[in-house]
């Protein structure tokens, strides 16, 4: 209980913070909305080739991009900002006055700052997904509904341990801003469905850095394609992320030295 | 003549130096250059049930490992370095030297070829080894055009990061715009895809927009993808977008500093 009234505050400070430059944010949300059309360009130029990709229809691909964009938001509403700002922390000796506060320091420094500007791309998302189920004449069961969502939720935890350990980096290399680069990058494969991959790019970006499930998954849900077993390996696979992570974190933290020492 | 060629080594050397300090830094922003390769993985699978306008797999496959190599000669990363000094105020230490900041930033970028080129040539050519098909161009005409078409490519790009940087004289942080650019920049430059591949009526449109001649120019000259006789024309229109975009970001960069305040500094 204590643990999520501390989050609740940390998140409406973090929110006041974001919104206090007005023109500001709602360029931010204009420029979201933009991308949002802009994300679409590669998938209707690979489709307009050829009908299907991978096996995968436009429809069915525009699923994998809805949770594409949409994990994306949140990856730069929740994740982004606050991990940024630790690295900031550790390079300026301030994360000191946040390890001295009579909470969690990684609670506190995940939940330290927010980007609501680009949560529209949760919408965004949402939006397309109706979109693409209308086009596919599909009405997903609300089971369905509830598997891709809980997915979504597993590959947001993924998401978060692989910034987390990249931060927990950040102790040792201090500068980890290309790190970050590096990972939206890969990130970014996560827009196609994982069968428009062959052989090793596949086995990569499904087993080691696991961003093809994150979407392709929640999508093969939602159309009813996955059982039962393949739901519980992916949050199992979450769980194991999360706790991978907090180790990283704990280890790091063990090392810190403070900057000016 | 001497002189400037004297202060070119000079700066040449110190970004060299400077390279091999951040070398940390580099190679991991290079790692993350993955794009083409996820786009190879993509089109060769599309292509695996024929050629797509005249592109097979092999062709796929050589065009991206040509199009990093590319790219890893004519990369910039001036509009994040403008960017930061311009905010930081720092750029006023380099406005009291007397050598204009510009060639200071081509100096810097110029440098880190050296290592990039030693991690990236043997990778890239150990691939083109293994990779049996149709791959680079045989021709002398076209190896006589390829740096040029990469010079032009690599003066291209820096006018457009010191163009973007310099607006962040007037809105402290243009890097938001820049990432726009570099949506526009790598669907039509034929970073993500072949500009053959692109729809007919946006072929048109970028037949005379300066992306192509960012990427995708050199990297069809070396896999000879351009016919001999239409070299010429290519290599005019890239020179005229270097003159035009060059002065721009001269003009405008000149006005940015001498409303520059050094914030801080």
Known sequence: MHLLRVSAALLSV?????????????????MALVWL?????????????????????????????????????????????????????????????????????????????????????????AAL????????????????????LALLGGATCILYSVWLIAVSAAFWFVRVDNLANLFEAIFDAARWPASAFRGWVRAVLTFVIPVLLMTSWPAMALLGQLDLPQIALALTLALAFLLLARLAWRTALRHYTSASS | MRHPLRIAAALLRVGVAEALVYRAQIIIWMLATTLPLVMLALWTTLAAEGPLQGYSEDTFIAYFLATILVRHLSECWAVWAINEEIRAGSLTLRLLRPLHPLWAYAGQVLGDRP????????????????????????????????????????????????????????????????????????????????????????????????????????????LGRIPAHDL??????????????????????????????????
């Open chain 2, 115 to 222: 290592l990039r080129l030693a991690i990236i040539l043997p990778l890239v050519g150990l691939a083109f080894l293994l990779h049996d098909g149709p791959d680079l161009t045989a021709d002398p005409l076209h190896w006589l055009a390829f740096p040029v078409a990469v010079a032009g490519a690599w003066l291209l790009q820096f006018a457009v990061h010191v163009l973007i940087g310099a607006l962040a004289f007037w809105t402290e942080q243009s890097l938001a715009l820049w990432s726009v650019w570099f949506g526009l920049w790598a669907l039509l430059s034929g970073y993500l895809v072949p500009a053959d591949l692109l729809p007919r009526w946006l072929q048109h449109l970028n037949a005379w927009l300066p992306f192509h001649a960012m990427l995708g120019l050199p990297v069809e000259i070396a």
């Open chain 1, 14 to 30: 973090a929110l006041q913070t974001s919104m206090r430059y007005r023109l500001d944010f709602a360029l931010q949300g204009l």
């Open chain 1, 37 to 125: 059309g802009w994300t679409l360009a590669p998938l209707l130029l690979v489709f307009g080739e050829r009908p299907s990709l991978g096996g995968w229809s436009l429809d069915q691909a525009l699923l994998v991009m809805a949770f594409f964009i949409a994990l994306k938001g949140i990856m730069e509403a929740f994740i982004q900002p606050n991990l940024q700002q630790v690295v900031e922390h550790i390079r300026r000796g301030t994360l000191d006055l946040l390890l001295v506060k009579p909470a969690d320091a990684q609670l506190l420094i995940s939940l330290g700052r927010v980007e609501p500007a680009s949560l529209v791309q949760l919408l965004g998302g």
């Open chain 1, 129 to 148: 997904a109706v979109v693409a189920c209308q086009r596919l004449h599909l009405t997903p069961q609300p089971l369905h509904i509830l598997a891709a």
């Open chain 2, 232 to 265: 010429l024309p290519h290599l005019a229109l890239q020179a005229a977008w270097c003159l035009l975009l060059g002065a721009a970001a001269l003009a405008l960069w000149s006005r940015g500093v001498r409303r520059f305040e050094a914030y801080g500094a």
